[in-house]
T-cell receptor, first 115, second 110 residues
Framework: NAGVTQTPKFQVLKTGQSMTLQCAQD?????MYWYRQDPGMGLRLIYY???????DKGEVPNGYNVSRLNKREFSLRLESAAPSQTSVYFC??????????????FGSGTRLTVV | GQQLNQSPQSMFIQEGEDVSMNCTSS?????WLWYKQDPGEGPVLLIA?????ELTSNGRLTAQFGITRKDSFLNISASIPSDVGIYFC??????????FGTGTSLTVIP
């Protein structure tokens, strides 16, 4: 029962380095999302993809780019990492464009530290 | 972004006690979701609410969609140690985006 798989689970970057966070789901869901979680801030949406071939900005998109590679995979890229991007990143998916009836299924997170 | 205020921020309770937490906003939401997050894991959906006044149960958990559509409540009856975790509310205005609350951290003392 894989669900949503995120890699890597942990990463330390130096300021200015780049990296891509990978996410894949095996539930044939249409929509995928990237959130970041910071202490006292809850979960904030970075980018989402309502369906294959489309991406849209969320609440905090600056400093990030995304690619919906196919229906299964949705990657998040940090081109030039900054300490403010230290966070826990969660990928999520939902079966349709509006996750009204099933909510999201979340991955287990990527813990990123930028030094 | 939208502000969802969850209270309390943290709770320490004895095993067997009932728990109540809530989520409030200045905005009107169409859908409310409640999630639980275990340490080192992603949030897992507990309950979904779709209309004002709706009361929905999932085992020992009961959640309500407030009449004003600006709040929601979660109750846990007869708490057990595995209820430990962080509970998040999430509200949907329109479209694909849900806004999450800041979480209520629950500790159950055996």
């Amino acid at each position: 029962n894989a669900g949503v798989t995120q890699t890597p689970k942990f990463q330390v970057l130096k300021t200015g380095q780049s990296m891509t966070l990978q996410c894949a789901q095996d539930m044939n869901h249409n929509s995928m999302y990237w959130y970041r979680q910071d202490p006292g801030m809850g979960l904030r949406l970075i980018y989402y993809s309502a369906s294959e071939g489309t991406t849209d900005k969320g609440e905090v998109p600056n400093g990030y780019n995304v690619s919906r590679l196919n229906k299964r995979e949705f990657s998040l890229r940090l081109e030039s990492a900054a300490p403010s991007q230290t966070s826990v990143y969660f990928c999520a998916s939902s079966p349709r464009g509006h996750p009204n009836f099933y909510g999201y299924t979340f991955g287990s997170g990527t813990r990123l530290t930028v030094v | 972004g939208q502000q969802l205020n969850q209270s309390p921020q943290s709770m320490f309770i004895q095993e067997g006690e009932d728990v109540s937490m809530n989520c409030t906003s200045s905005s009107i939401f169409n859908t409310w979701l409640w999630y639980k997050q275990d340490p080192g894991e992603g949030p897992v959906l507990l309950i979904a609410l779709y209309k004002a006044g709706e009361l929905t149960s999932n085992g020992r958990l009961t959640a309500q969609f407030g009449i004003t559509r600006k709040d929601s409540f979660l109750n846990i009856s007869a708490s057990i140690p595995s209820d430990v975790g962080i509970y998040f509310c999430a509200g949907q205005l329109t479209g694909n985006q849900f806004y999450f609350g800041t979480g209520t951290s629950l500790t159950v003392i055996p």
